[in-house]
């Protein structure tokens, strides 16, 4: 079965730095395309999606090159402002560089705006209508609290597929479910949104998480969503800070029902962003 990876980030701290890596934490160094896949590999993932990191507009241009030059990368969500005024042409601009076909996405680190409604402003709206028009998804990174205004910017933009990275980061270690769980629900009830079953090990105790901690969460939005709208992304390297990319693949697997394998491992994450299998 062709698995695809659709979540992991790469970074060079020589070029920039990542400032929401703590000092001392083990994610502070490199993290390059040839570090993952041999992993991947060895997982059996064939192909995989490149999300940003930093909201800088050097990195998307960086990720579509490295897309067109590793096999592994069968797209890229990007990052660009919502909000500047030319969006529309910045998004052409990006999609006409070299690698340009590989952006499939933009993604804005809506969870650390203070603003719990950030996704509802109008100029943050009118940039997400671009982003529909272009023909790419946004994905959300956000934390629980914000989940009400993901339900309403889906509402409100119902030709944008909005992809909800991470479960919408819930509070697994607490083993709390609401009002998480109502509220993905919510979302999950607007056919133009996509979940990713990622980023739980490192929302769990990362020291001592069982499959068991992680499975109400699983079975959540397996059930709010279906396998055609859930799929399987690594988060990786961030998810070495509590688990192996193998680790996190065969936990997935694990808390996945084996007949829905094919959607979300695969199926899923090539539909919603457009991926085509290598060389093809």
């Not at 079965?1 to 001392?24: C, E, F, K, Y």
């Not at 997982?43 to 592994?72: D, S």
């Not at 697994?172 to 133009?192: C, F, Q």
């Amino acid at each position: 079965m062709t698995v695809v990876d659709a979540h992991h980030h790469v970074w060079d701290l020589s070029v920039r730095d990542q400032d929401w890596i703590a000092p001392g934490s083990p994610l502070r160094r490199n993290f390059s395309v040839a570090d993952l896949a041999p992993e991947a590999r060895a997982a059996g993932v064939h192909r995989t999606v490149l999300v940003q990191t930093v909201t800088v507009p050097e990195e998307t241009p960086e990720f579509l090159a490295l897309a067109a030059a590793h096999e592994l990368i069968a797209g890229v969500v990007g990052w660009t402002d919502l909000t500047r005024a030319d969006i529309a042409d910045e998004l052409c601009r990006l999609r006409q560089l070299p690698g340009g076909t590989y952006l499939k996405g933009i993604r804005h680190q809506v969870q650390g705006e203070p603003d719990p409604e950030w996704l509802l402003r109008p100029d943050v709206r009118r940039g997400l209508a671009a982003v529909a028009d272009a023909g790419l998804v946004h994905d959300l990174v956000v934390l629980p609290h914000q989940l009400p205004a993901c339900v309403k910017a889906a509402e409100s933009l119902p030709h944008l597929t909005f992809v909800l990275d991470h479960l919408g980061k819930p509070p697994i270690a607490s083993g709390t479910l609401e009002p998480w769980a109502t509220d993905v629900r919510a979302l999950a009830g607007l056919p133009n949104t996509v979940c990713k079953l990622s980023g739980m090990v490192t929302e769990a105790d990362p020291v001592s998480w069982t499959i068991d901690d992680l499975r109400p969460y699983a079975d959540t939005v397996l059930d709010a969503f279906g396998p055609d709208r859930l799929m399987f992304g690594s988060d990786w390297p961030v998810c070495t800070l509590a688990a192996t990319y193998e680790e996190v693949l065969d936990t997935a697997r694990r808390l996945v029902p084996v007949s829905v394998h094919a959607q979300v491992f695969g199926a899923t994450a090539d539909r919603v962003y457009g991926l085509t299998a290598p060389g093809a």
